[in-house]
C-alpha cells in the first residue's frame, strides 16, 4: 500500500474520531445507568424471573435446560423452566383488603355517629359489597391454599463464563390456566412435567415434550409449525403435549420423570401410575380409584393467516392484527366461491302430523311458523321432514306407524317486513329420538382450570350429526378473556372453564337431554334440575371430593333468547309454576357486535320441548331474535357469529372409518371432523341417535339391579313406543310387593276427595272429579283412602282447604300437576295446589316407627317421588306399612309416605285398561293421574323455587 493510500485512510479515521468517541461514551453511559445483574443465588435469580412475568417465582420453582454452549448460553441465553405466579392475583388481593378495610371504617362510622348512622351503614354495605366482589376476583385468581394461581413458563437467560445471569428475554407461558395452579414441576431432558390443581383437588397433570412433534410434513406444513411453535414455546421445535385427566381427581400427586416415562403417586394413598412420553399410554396396574385417561393432545398446523394475525398482535399491537384479520376474513369469503359444492340433506317431503289416538294431540312436528312477510314465498314456514341421503335409518322406525319418518324437520323463514331477502333455516330436533353430547376440541375453548378437550367423536353407532358452536372471541393480540369473565364450558363434570352467573347456557345431562337459560348464582343453584348434577352408572363423584360440584356437561354462549308473555302456551309437562313471570317481549340479551350483519347461529327449546337450531349467512342479532320467537321457542342460547364454524351437518361413520358430512345448507361453515379417529380442534354439539336396536330407553328411573321392571298391563299414554308406567313385584318380609313407577312429564295428577270423604259442617265442599276435558286422560287412581271422623288429617284440592291441616307427619302434595313429598307444615297451601296430610313411614332414607305399628291384616299403599320426579307406589297386603316402605327404601327413595288417610282402608292401583280397572266413581280420596302425550325432552335450565 502507497505513502498516498495511507494518507488518504489516515484523514478519513482523523474525521470521523469525534463520532467514534461519541458512540463510545453513549454506550458506557447507558451501560453504567442500568442496573447490575443480580448475583449467582437462586433468590437473585428467582426474583429477576418474577420481574420479568410480572409477579413472583419461588427459589424452589425454576429447573434449567441443558446447556447449549458457551456461546449460545452468552448470545442467545440458556433456557429455564420456572413457575411464576403473576401479579393479577395479588392486585385482586388488596383490592379485597382495601374494600374490606373500607367496609369496616364505614361500619365503625355507623357506630360512632348516630345522626350519620343510616348514611354510614349504606356506605358500610356497598363497601362490603365491593369487598365481597374483590374477594370472588381474587379468589378466583388464588388457589386453594391463598397463595396464587402459578402458570409454567419458558426463558432465555444470558450467562456469563461464570455462570451469572445478564439479561433475560423471550417469556412464554406453557400452560396458560388463569385459575388452575401449576405445582410440582419435574424436568429431565427435553421432557418437563407438572400438576394442575383447583377447587382443592388434582385438576390434570400435562407432560410436555420440549423436542416438539417428530412427524412427517410437508415444506409448507414444517415453516408454519416452526413460526408456530417459536410464538408458542419460543423454540422452532415447539412442544409436544399429552395430558392425564380424571373421574374423581385425586387430592394431591407427586411426580417424577424416569426413562422416558412420567412416574406418578397419586393421592394421600400414593397409586402409582406411569405415562410413556413415546407413546402416551398410561399403565396404572390394573388399580384405577381415580379414573385417569392420558390424551395426548393433536398439534393443529395453523394457516398463515391465522399467524399472520398473531404475529401481528404480539408485534406491532391490535389495530394492526385486526386489519390482518378482516384481510384474511375477506380472502376466504372470496375462496368460498371456488371450492367445491358442500353436500346437502334431502327431504322426504312435507311433514304430515305423528298418528296419535283419538282425544290425543299430535306434537310432532311443531306447528308451522308463522310467516312476518305477506305473501309469504311457496312453503315458507312449512316444516319438512328431513334426513341426510347416506343410508342411515333411525331404528325401530319401520313398522310402528306412531313413529314420525325422521326426527328432524326444517323450513325457512323471513324474520323482518322490511327486509326481506333476510332468510333464517330453521331445523327441528325430535329430542324424544336424539340425545345430544357436548364436546370441547383441543385447542377451543382453552381450559382455564387444567387439561383441554379432547375433541374426540362420540360413539360412531349411534353418531347422527354435528351443531357448531362459536368460540370466545380474543384480544387481536391472542389473548383471551379468564377469570370472572370466561364463558364456561364442561365436560364429563370436568371444568375446563367454570359457569359464569348469569351467562347463556346450554346444558347436558349424562341422558342427553339438553337445558337451555342463564345460570343461576352460587346461592341458587339448587334450582338447577338435578338431571345435570347427576352421571352414568359406576361413575365417581362429580366433585372428587373437592368443596366444589360442577354439571355434568355445559357450554356458554354470548347472548341469551327469553320468550315474551306472547308465546304460545307450553306442553302442560313444560310451564313453570304460577309464580314464574316472563319478560313482556321476547329479548337476547345484549352482546358485541349485534349489528354486524354475518353468519349467526342459535339453539332453543320450543314450548313442546323440542330444539330448534336457526342459522343465517347475513344476520343481525334482532333478525336472529324475531325467527326464534316465530319458531315456538321458550329459550335459547346465541352459537355466536362468523368467523366461527357455525351450522348443522349431518354426520355418519363409513366402513373404512371416515366421516361422510352432509350440511344443512352448504354455505354454512361448520366443519366436524373427517374421520372417526380424528379430533376437532373446536367444540362441538354431537346429536345422536338414543338407541341402535330398538325404541328409545323409558324416560324415568327404574332403579334395582335385580327388579324386573315392565309395561304393565293398563293403557299407556302415546306415543306406543315409550311407556309410561312399569311395575314390578318384590319379596319384602314374606310379603309381595307390587311397585308401579309414573314416568316424570307424561301425566298431570290431580287430587279429588272421595265420596266417603268427611266433611265437617260449614267447610267447603271439595272437587270429587277431574275436569270434563281431561276425564278421557285419566289413565290411573292411586287411592289414599279417607279420613277418620275424630282429628282427620288435612285435605285441599284446588287451594280450597276442606279440613284443616295439623301439621303432622308427611304431606303429599300436588303442584303444577307434579307429586312432592314433603314433611307437613313445610308448604304453604297456595290457589290450585292439591294436597292431603299422610302418615310419614321414612324420611332421610332412614325406616321411622311409624311404619312398624302394627294393624289389622289389609291391602295397604306406600308412595315416594325419586329426585328426576319418578312417582313409585308401593302395594301389598300385611299387617303394617313396614313392607311396602322397605321396598321404596330400596329403590332409593328418601321420603316415604303411607297412603291412608286415617280411615283405614284399602290402598288401590287401578288402571284403564288394566286389571283392576278404573271405576266409575270413588268413595275414598284417590290421587288421578291424567295421561299427556310425550313432549320433547329439551327444557329450561333453571326451574322455580318452591315457596
Known amino acids: 500500500m502507497t505513502d498516498r493510500s495511507l494518507s488518504r485512510w489516515a484523514d478519513h479515521l482523523r474525521g470521523r474520531l469525534p463520532i467514534a468517541l461519541g458512540v463510545a461514551l453513549l454506550g458506557a453511559a447507558a451501560r453504567l445507568s442500568t442496573p447490575a445483574p443480580p448475583a449467582r443465588t437462586t433468590d437473585a435469580i428467582a426474583a429477576m424471573l418474577g420481574e420479568a412475568i410480572g409477579g413472583t417465582v419461588s427459589p424452589d420453582d425454576f429447573v434449567w435446560e441443558e446447556r447449549g454452549g458457551f456461546l449460545a448460553d452468552a448470545l442467545l441465553g440458556r433456557r429455564v423452566l420456572f413457575l411464576g405466579v403473576a401479579q393479577a392475583a395479588d392486585g385482586a388481593a388488596q383490592a379485597a383488603d382495601g374494600a374490606a378495610q373500607a367496609a369496616d371504617g364505614a361500619a365503625q362510622a355507623a357506630d360512632g355517629a348516630a345522626q350519620a348512622a343510616d348514611g354510614a351503614a349504606q356506605a358500610a354495605d356497598g363497601a362490603a359489597q365491593a369487598a365481597d366482589g374483590a374477594a370472588k376476583a381474587a379468589d378466583a385468581a388464588r388457589a386453594p391454599d391463598g397463595r396464587g394461581a402459578a402458570d409454567l413458563y419458558r426463558a432465555r437467560v444470558r450467562l456469563t463464563r461464570s455462570g451469572r445471569p445478564v439479561s433475560l428475554g423471550g417469556v412464554h407461558n406453557l400452560t396458560e390456566t388463569p385459575l388452575g395452579d401449576d405445582r410440582d414441576l419435574v424436568a429431565r431432558g427435553r421432557l418437563v412435567a407438572v400438576t394442575t390443581s383447583a377447587f382443592g383437588v388434582v385438576q390434570g397433570i400435562t407432560l410436555l415434550d420440549l423436542g416438539g412433534d417428530a412427524g412427517a410434513r410437508p415444506l409448507g406444513e414444517r415453516l408454519?409449525?416452526?413460526?408456530?411453535?417459536?410464538?408458542?414455546?419460543?423454540?422452532?421445535?415447539?412442544?409436544?403435549?399429552?395430558?392425564?385427566?380424571?373421574?374423581?381427581?385425586?387430592?394431591s400427586a407427586r411426580l417424577d420423570l424416569a426413562d422416558g416415562a412420567l412416574v406418578m403417586a397419586l393421592g394421600p394413598e400414593a397409586v402409582?401410575?406411569?405415562?410413556?412420553?413415546?407413546?402416551?399410554?398410561?399403565?396404572?396396574?390394573?388399580?384405577?380409584?381415580?379414573?385417569?385417561?392420558?390424551?395426548?393432545?393433536?398439534?393443529?398446523?395453523?394457516?398463515?393467516a391465522e399467524l399472520a394475525g398473531v404475529s401481528a398482535g404480539r408485534l406491532l399491537g391490535p389495530g394492526a392484527a385486526a386489519t390482518v384479520e378482516r384481510i384474511a376474513r375477506a380472502v376466504d369469503r372470496a375462496g368460498s366461491g371456488l371450492r367445491e359444492p358442500a353436500a346437502a340433506y334431502v327431504t322426504h317431503g312435507a311433514a304430515s302430523p305423528e298418528p296419535a289416538p283419538e282425544g290425543w294431540p299430535s306434537l310432532w312436528p311443531p306447528p308451522p311458523v308463522p310467516p312476518a312477510v305477506d305473501p309469504p314465498l311457496p312453503g315458507e314456514g312449512a316444516w319438512t321432514l328431513v334426513a341426510p341421503s347416506l343410508p342411515r335409518v333411525l331404528p325401530g322406525i319401520e313398522g310402528d306407524p306412531q313413529r314420525p319418518a325422521s326426527p328432524f324437520a326444517a323450513t325457512t323463514v323471513r324474520p323482518d317486513p322490511e327486509r326481506q331477502d333476510v332468510r333464517v333455516h330453521l331445523l327441528a330436533i325430535d329430542t324424544r329420538h336424539v340425545k345430544f353430547t357436548l364436546q370441547a376440541g383441543f385447542e377451543e375453548p382453552l381450559p382455564t382450570v387444567g387439561p383441554r378437550g379432547t375433541g374426540k367423536l362420540?360413539?360412531?353407532?349411534?353418531?347422527?350429526?354435528?351443531?357448531?358452536?362459536?368460540?370466545?372471541?380474543?384480544?387481536?393480540?391472542?389473548?383471551?378473556?379468564?377469570?370472572?369473565?370466561?364463558?364456561?364450558?364442561?365436560?364429563?363434570?370436568?371444568?375446563?372453564?367454570?359457569?359464569?352467573d348469569g351467562a347463556a347456557t346450554l346444558g347436558v345431562d349424562a341422558s342427553g337431554r339438553a337445558y337451555f337459560g342463564a345460570w343461576p348464582s352460587e346461592?341458587?343453584?339448587?334450582?338447577?334440575?338435578?338431571?345435570?348434577?347427576q352421571r352414568p352408572a359406576g361413575a365417581g363423584a362429580l366433585s372428587g371430593g373437592g368443596p366444589r360440584r360442577f354439571p355434568w356437561a355445559l357450554w356458554q354462549g354470548p347472548s341469551l333468547f327469553e320468550a315474551g308473555s306472547s308465546a304460545a302456551a307450553p306442553h302442560p309437562a313444560l310451564a313453570l309454576a304460577p309464580t314464574s313471570s316472563a319478560p313482556g317481549e321476547p329479548t337476547l340479551s345484549p352482546g358485541d357486535g349485534d349489528d354486524l350483519v354475518v353468519e349467526r347461529a342459535a339453539l332453543c327449546v320450543t314450548d313442546r320441548g323440542f330444539v330448534v337450531h336457526a342459522w343465517g349467512s347475513a344476520l343481525d342479532a334482532a333478525a336472529l331474535r324475531a325467527a326464534l320467537a316465530r319458531a315456538g321457542c321458550v329459550a335459547g342460547v346465541s352459537l355466536g357469529k362468523a368467523p366461527g364454524p357455525l351450522g348443522v351437518a349431518f354426520l355418519s361413520a363409513q366402513q373404512d372409518g371416515g366421516v361422510a358430512t352432509e350440511r344443512l345448507d352448504p354455505a354454512m361453515s361448520i366443519a366436524p371432523p373427517a374421520h372417526v379417529t380424528a379430533a376437532s380442534p373446536g367444540p362441538f354439539l354431537y346429536f345422536e341417535s338414543r338407541s341402535t336396536d330398538g325404541p328409545p330407553p323409558p324416560d324415568l328411573t327404574l332403579p334395582g339391579e335385580r327388579v324386573g321392571w315392565a309395561p304393565d298391563g293398563g293403557a299407556q299414554p302415546p306415543p306406543a313406543w315409550s311407556p309410561a308406567v312399569y311395575a314390578a313385584t318384590s319379596a319384602h318380609l314374606g310379603a309381595q310387593v307390587r311397585v308401579h313407577a309414573f314416568a316424570p312429564d307424561r301425566f298431570l295428577f290431580r287430587l279429588r276427595a272421595g265420596s266417603r270423604e268427611i266433611s265437617p259442617r260449614g267447610a267447603p265442599k271439595l272437587a270429587?272429579?277431574?275436569?270434563?276435558?281431561?276425564?278421557?286422560?285419566?289413565?290411573?287412581?292411586?287411592?289414599?283412602?279417607?279420613?277418620?271422623?275424630?282429628?282427620?288429617r288435612g285435605l285441599a284440592v284446588g287451594g280450597t282447604v276442606g279440613l284443616r291441616f295439623r301439621r303432622e307427619g308427611g304431606l303429599l302434595l300436588v303442584r303444577g300437576g307434579r307429586v312432592e313429598i314433603r314433611p307437613a307444615g313445610a308448604v304453604e297451601i297456595a290457589p290450585d295446589m292439591d294436597a292431603t296430610e299422610l302418615p310419614l313411614t321414612a324420611d332421610d332414607g332412614r325406616l321411622r316407627p311409624e311404619a312398624r305399628e302394627i294393624g289389622t291384616m289389609r291391602r295397604r299403599g306406600a308412595a315416594c317421588v325419586l329426585?328426576?320426579?319418578?312417582?313409585?307406589?308401593?302395594?301389598?297386603?300385611?299387617?303394617?306399612?313396614?313392607?311396602?316402605?322397605?321396598?321404596?327404601?330400596?329403590?332409593?327413595?328418601?321420603?316415604?309416605?303411607?297412603?291412608?288417610?286415617?280411615?283405614?282402608?284399602?290402598a288401590f292401583v287401578h288402571r284403564a285398561s288394566g286389571d283392576p280397572a278404573l271405576e266409575q266413581s270413588y268413595g275414598e280420596t284417590a290421587l288421578f293421574a291424567v295421561g299427556l302425550p310425550m313432549p320433547g325432552r329439551a327444557r329450561r335450565l333453571v326451574r322455580d323455587a318452591a315457596p
Do not use: Y
Not at 526 to 533: H, N
Open 224 to 251: 408454519r409449525a416452526a413460526i408456530d411453535g417459536w410464538l408458542e414455546t419460543g423454540s422452532v421445535d415447539g412442544a409436544s403435549r399429552t395430558e392425564i385427566s380424571f373421574d374423581d381427581p385425586p387430592a
Open 272 to 304: 402409582p401410575a406411569a405415562l410413556s412420553a413415546g407413546t402416551g399410554e398410561l399403565e396404572t396396574g390394573g388399580r384405577d380409584p381415580f379414573g385417569a385417561r392420558a390424551h395426548r393432545v393433536p398439534r393443529r398446523v395453523p394457516s398463515f
Open 458 to 500: 362420540p360413539d360412531a353407532a349411534t353418531l347422527r350429526g354435528a351443531i357448531g358452536l362459536g368460540v370466545p372471541p380474543r384480544d387481536p393480540g391472542g389473548a383471551r378473556h379468564a377469570g370472572a369473565e370466561a364463558l364456561g364450558m364442561v365436560v364429563g363434570g370436568r371444568p375446563l372453564v367454570p359457569p359464569r
Open 523 to 533: 346461592g341458587d343453584l339448587q334450582r338447577v334440575p338435578w338431571a345435570l348434577w
Open 768 to 792: 270429587a272429579e277431574v275436569s270434563a276435558d281431561e276425564r278421557q286422560r285419566v289413565l290411573a287412581a292411586i287411592g289414599v283412602g279417607t279420613g277418620r271422623r275424630r282429628g282427620p
Open 867 to 906: 329426585d328426576d320426579g319418578t312417582l313409585l307406589v308401593a302395594t301389598t297386603t300385611f299387617d303394617s306399612d313396614e313392607a311396602t316402605t322397605e321396598a321404596l327404601l330400596d329403590l332409593g327413595c328418601a321420603r316415604v309416605v303411607a297412603l291412608d288417610r286415617g280411615a283405614h282402608r284399602n
